[in-house]
């Protein structure tokens, strides 16, 4: 008992303002737990429960069991999982009870912290066909029981669903679990927390409701109550009614075709007169019609068959006339600070995106509804009119032909970049950037008949961006961004672009803006080094001696950076940041320069200086910064060959720590790449540091707390290892191969998997194929080959069992028709008589041999005429 007081004691303790007091209490609580777990944890559940408790150490009692049964972090929820489910059965009967108690109780607080426990162990337990009981008791009572009990149950399915998958839960809970759901939706029901919570919980279920939304009568049901509760007195519910609809848009809509002149009704009235809040979920849903009917025809395109799985309805194209004018008064509704805000997204920027959708789901047909609009309000007196014409014009040029788009285009132009310099208003300005933007994103020089940038107005065009530059910041920095797509627009013609001759004013004109006081806002910074570097990477040969005159200017800022001191440390975030947009501006310069024999030999004078820059960026301690002098270490050592060994003693402490940064794992990966373009480079060079990496590579691979995401080019490097040092891998082959063959058998299957997680598998095997094809090409010619004969017929069953799956991508499956061709091609006649031998080697070579894919099919050829070689002899 004295335990339970304290309990009660240490909870509040933990809250307290004074840090002593504080510290103690969580000492204390933590040693209780770590003293004897089942008692820790039955009488927190019994602090929850009990009534006579304050309000404070009940919450923070449920908060702590919610920390016991999840973590965001996937290993520590595994590890959390396993200690619950071998806990002693009695104490977790004990904390269920408990829980189950006090989804009763009077205190709001503690019914919904218990309400989000209670489906914590649900899906834990349900998976494990544990607790069958508990959706039954949920179930039983809610008809007779108080209104604030029927909100905790609703809110407690609610949650459930949202935690356990619908395999799970057997269909006849399933419909008892919507009937009660759906009926505490109902107009009858005069409790709004229970109409909300219903409501709520009604969106998570719809997961589970395939089988009910193919009976016609159920799914007239559930739309009926649905459509109803959007028109609810309260704002809340109304919101959380609109909320289901456009999940039922993006999971149901084949379903949708009897109800969607009716949806459209009470969109249209939400749209015009509803909250924000409401409106907001309105536009949502015909933004989601639109995502799915895009889909639907790009399979259908992309599909020889001309058939797609799902029929297209043409809701769109069918609402047109309606639809279209009802977001074109959304455009009207901005906010008079919206450009500022970053995450600012309100009913006009809601329309115009939904517009944009709608242009790309319809084409051609959305322009002439929304050209009156542009033409009427585009030099109205009232900002409001002309912005939202200047929108509605942005948003619809994706979608539509550049036949029909290019004259209108031509005929704007002019006034376009009148207004970005003489419109008083700056919302205007920011818009009219933006559009000019996606005109040259969409309609530049390389794709349309007529280019809309030509020699003679080429000028003008630059002259309006770099004077925008000047203007306040987010109207400077979509002056950047439209940049960045007309240099962009000329990568591939190559020859002459009509920016070349204002390279130079161009690049300085981006960076005085890096330089401005004010860069930071509405990140006009980043945008500027963005444009900078889209300028450098479509420049032509002809800007190259001024590409090379940047190198020693962009250095000069980086030395700077790192010799900056006593920062604040929002100063030093700054200062990282820019340390990483100039490592970023460097790589893309590298390999500019480096991509052609005479600007790399004068540019190798500066190697050492940049390296020497690089290496201080390791310094510092910000994730951003490393991952980007990582790449630019990678760029550096691809144009500098072999040669790049002289840098390792240097630099090679950094790339080890790089590559057990568990914590910053995008770091890790980029570093794993860049061992690989480093091996490319060094060749066997690379030799006196394989031990090293190596057996860094091995113990990041049998770890369990790497982002799942190194996994797959952790195994690509070790095929580039090999690739470099040829048959001296040989004193690794043992640990390679059975971290490999391991690998090979866990994803040899995907069945019963999502998509997700085969995409991912196919990402492994990708991996993992190409280690065996590097090394397999590594011995080739060796005297050593006869060592790899042992491993073959593990990877001709690994080859076996992915064919069998037919699950493969494109890429996985070039990959591998490829190391059935290293087989044959390093073991010549050993492979030849086990490829034979194999299930299906012939049947994947042939598909590989017919296949659309012109890499594939190449691949496929190389591995015939190798396998040919290998069964003659």
Not at 61 to 90: C, M
Request: aromatic share 8%; proline share 3%.
């Amino acid at each position: 008992y004295s335990m339970a007081m304290e309990v009660t004691q240490a909870l509040l303790n933990a809250q307290s303002i004074d840090g002593t007091v504080r510290k103690h209490a969580e000492e204390s609580l933590r040693q209780f737990q770590e003293q004897n777990l089942p008692g820790f944890l039955v009488s927190l559940s019994g602090e929850l429960a009990s009534e006579d408790k304050p309000v404070d150490s009940r919450k923070l009692a449920g908060l702590i069991l919610k920390n016991a049964l999840d973590a965001k972090d996937e290993n520590r929820k595994r590890e959390l999982v396993q200690r619950w489910l071998s806990l002693d059965s009695a104490a977790k009967a004990q904390v269920k009870a408990c829980l189950l108690q006090t989804l009763s109780s009077l205190v709001l607080e503690a019914r919904s912290t218990a309400t989000q426990v209670v489906a914590k162990i649900a899906g834990i337990e349900l998976p494990q066909k544990q607790w069958p009981e508990l959706i039954g008791s949920l179930l039983s009572n809610i008809h007779q029981v108080p209104a604030h009990v029927k909100q905790a149950t609703l809110e407690t399915l609610g949650y459930l669903c949202e935690e356990v998958s619908h395999e799970v839960v057997d269909q006849d809970q399933v419909n008892k679990i919507l009937t009660a759901v759906v009926q505490g939706m109902n107009s009858s029901e005069k409790n709004n927390d229970v109409r909300l919570a219903a409501t709520r919980a009604l969106y998570n279920a719809l997961g589970f409701a395939q089988a009910n939304f193919s009976n016609d009568m159920e799914r007239e049901y559930i739309m009926r109550v649905v459509c109803e509760t959007t028109m609810s007195p309260e704002v809340k519910i109304r919101q959380a009614a609109f909320e289901c609809l456009v999940s039922i848009a993006a999971m149901y809509y084949v379903k949708l075709a009897p109800y969607i002149q009716d949806i459209y009704n009470i969109t249209a009235k939400a749209v015009r007169g509803d909250e924000e809040a409401v409106a907001l979920q309105a536009i949502e849903f015909w933004s989601t019609i639109c995502d799915e009917e895009t889909d639907i025809l790009e399979e259908y395109v992309g599909d020889t068959t001309g058939d797609s799985d799902i029929p297209c309805f043409y809701f769109i194209k069918q609402a047109l006339p309606a639809l279209v004018p009802l977001l074109l008064e959304t455009l009207l509704k901005q906010e008079e600070d919206q450009d500022l805000d970053e995450g600012a997204w309100n009913i006009a920027m809601a329309g115009g995106t939904c517009l944009g959708l709608v242009a790309r789901t319809t084409g051609d047909d959305i322009v002439p509804l929304v050209m009156p609009f542009i033409e009427e309000n585009i030099t109205k007196p009232d900002w409001r009119q002309r912005e939202a014409a200047t929108y509605a014009f942005g948003s619809i040029l994706e979608g539509p032909s550049p036949d029909k788009l290019v004259p209108l285009v031509n005929h704007a132009l002019p006034f376009m970049l009148s207004a970005l310099v003489k419109d008083p208003s700056n919302h205007v300005k920011d818009t009219t950037a933006w559009t000019l933007g996606r005109m040259f994103e969409f309609l530049h020089s390389s794709i349309v008949g007529t280019p809309i940038i030509n020699e003679g107005n080429a000028q003008q065009i630059i002259t309006v961006l770099l004077q925008s530059m000047k203007d306040v910041p987010n109207v400077a920095e979509k002056a950047c961004g439209a940049l960045y797509f007309l240099a962009q627009g000329y990568e591939d013609v190559g020859l002459t672009s009509p920016i070349t001759p204002f390279f130079q004013e161009i690049v300085q004109a981006l960076l005085t803006v890096t330089h401005r006081e004010d860069a930071t806002e509405s990140r006009l910074r980043t945008a500027a080094y963005e444009t900078l570097n889209e300028v450098v990477r479509c420049s032509t040969d002809e800007t190259a001696p001024l590409v090379l005159q940047l190198v020693s200017v962009i250095m000069m800022e980086l030395h700077k950076c790192l010799e900056a001191q006593n920062l604040s440390s929002d100063e030093r975030e700054k200062q990282s940041e820019l340390i990483g947009l100039l490592c970023g501006c460097l790589q893309v310069i590298i390999q500019k320069l480096g991509s052609s024999e005479p600007t790399k030999y004068v540019f190798l004078q500066y190697a050492d200086q940049i390296m020497g820059l690089f290496i201080r960026v390791f310094a510092c301690r910000n994730a951003t910064a490393h991952e980007e002098a990582m790449l630019a270490i990678g760029a550096l050592a691809y144009a500098i060959g072999p040669d790049f060994a002289k840098y390792l003693p240097d630099f090679y402490q950094f790339l080890e720590a790089d590559l057990q940064n568990f914590e910053d794992y995008q770091v890790c990966a980029v570093t794993v790449g860049v061992v690989g373009d480093i091996c490319r480079a060094l060749e066997d060079k690379i030799l006196p540091y394989c031990d090293g990496i190596m057996t860094q590579l091995l113990k990041n691979l049998s770890s369990d707390n790497l982002h799942r995401s190194v996994k797959p080019p952790l195994f690509s490097c070790i095929g580039d290892i090999a690739l470099a040092i040829g048959d001296n891998f040989n004193k690794y082959l043992m640990y390679a191969m059975n971290t490999l063959q391991i690998a090979a058998e866990m994803y040899a299957h995907t069945s019963g998997f999502d998509l997700e997680m085969t995409e991912y598998i196919n990402s492994l095997r990708n991996g993992i194929l190409e280690a065996y094809s590097g090394i397999f090409q590594g011995f080739k010619n060796s005297s050593k080959t006869q060592l790899l004969i042992p491993y073959a017929s593990h990877i001709l069953q690994f080859l076996d069992s992915i064919y069998i799956e037919k699950d493969m991508d494109d890429v996985v499956m070039k990959t591998a028709i490829g190391v059935l061709g290293d087989l044959a091609d390093t073991l010549g006649s050993n492979a030849g008589s086990l490829i034979q031998k194999s299930l299906s080697s012939r049947d994947f070579l042939n598909e590989c041999l017919t296949s659309d894919d012109h890499m594939i099919k190449q691949s496929a050829e190389w591995a015939q005429s190798a396998i040919r070689r290998a069964i003659s002899v």
